[in-house]
């Protein structure tokens, strides 16, 4: 099966990207880069310097914390067009939680 091609166009889908100007779209997709990850790749830790804000161009991404009593407790399961890390990398911190892969996954990658 072939996989889609992304191009600076594909930004137009996401939400904090719309209206933009052309010319726009082209810049801010010649600042980043395409990755993509095979089911269950992790992305980050928890903890972990923030380095880089993931716009989630197609699969699906958890995000979840250990508890007190070390068990997994679910943040929330992010889709296509959601942007993952943007408050923890603008206010220069850490991942709230560890980010994983639940399938086939493409993202944009901004990194500092």
Known sequence: MNRPSFDALTLKKVPIFKGLRHEDYLKIFSLGKIKQFQKNSFLFNQGD?????????????????????????????????QLVAGVAVLENGTYPGNGYTLEKTTVFCLED
Do not use: C, F, T
């Open 49 to 81: 310097d923030a380095k880089g804000v993931l716009i989630l161009l197609e699969g699906k991404i958890k995000i979840s914390q250990m508890g007190e009593e070390g068990n997994q407790v679910l943040l929330r399961v992010l889709g296509p067009g």
